[in-house]
């Protein structure tokens, strides 16, 4: 079984512009999350889908950031436009939304922002 | 308040030795305590979830939960260098597939 994917793992931009992140969850798995994590701190939870549908965005800073799921596959994480506060890690998560494993979320391996 | 706090470490062991890690959370709506183990530059991976209070052992992994401290644990017993990492421990809100992390707590095992 594949794992998350994301693209791309690293990414420099400059202050005031924008960037744009791409997830592709698990086959199968309809729940997806999109975590920011900053260096020395656990995972803060952006934006949560359902299909294509957002459970919870409550903690999207929805002056900059937006976030997309057409089709109830690939999510669309963007930032525009971009502030030093935003360096961090961008991890995308996926879960099956029944079963035993119905608890356990999946982790891609993240996209590094840097804003100089 | 954090809802979720665990010690950032760095914590440093012997191989071979017992690795206490532990997280504090105020909200009684927690119900279901996880456990992460994240490489550098590498996504969490999952440990170990329980739900109730009580001990879960996964081979040289035990999770301790205690609600009515509002206490979790995970033991590693005889440690590795390869489980040099950091430890997240993460709470779901009950009624939600909603998961609040804590800080991490890094750990180095020496050879």
């Known amino acids: 079984e594949a794992g998350v994917a994301q693209s791309p793992r690293y990414k420099i931009i400059e202050k005031r512009q924008s960037v744009a992140f791409w997830c592709n969850p698990i086959?199968?798995?309809?729940?997806l999350y999109w975590y920011q994590q900053i260096l020395g701190q656990g995972p803060k939870l952006l934006i949560q889908?359902?299909?294509?549908?957002?459970?919870?965005d409550s903690q999207l800073p929805k002056d900059r950031f937006s976030a997309e799921r057409l089709k109830g596959v690939d999510s669309t994480l963007k930032i525009q436009p971009a502030k030093l506060e935003d360096s961090a890690v961008y991890l995308c998560?996926?879960?099956?939304?029944?079963?035993?494993?119905?608890?356990?979320?999946?982790f891609g391996p993240g996209t590094r922002l840097t804003v100089l | 308040q954090k809802e979720v706090e665990q010690d950032p470490g760095p914590l440093s062991v012997p191989e071979g030795a017992i690795v206490s890690l532990n997280c504090t959370y105020s909200n009684s709506a927690f119900q279901y305590f996880m456990w992460y183990r994240q490489y550098s530059r590498k996504g969490p991976e999952l440990l170990m979830y329980t739900y109730s209070s009580g001990n879960k052992e996964d081979g040289r992994f035990t999770a301790q939960v205690d609600k009515s401290s509002k206490y979790i644990s995970l033991f590693i017993r005889d440690s590795q260098p390869s489980d040099s990492a950091t430890y997240l421990c993460?709470?779901?809100?009950?009624?939600?597939?909603?998961?609040?992390f804590g800080t991490g707590t890094r750990l180095k095992v020496l050879a």
């Open positions: 998560a996926s879960k099956r939304d029944s079963g035993t494993s119905a608890n356990e979320q999946f």
């Open positions: 993460a709470m779901r809100v009950s009624g939600t597939y909603k998961y609040i």
């Open positions: 086959s199968g798995h309809a729940t």
């Open positions: 889908f359902q299909n294509n549908g957002v459970v919870d």
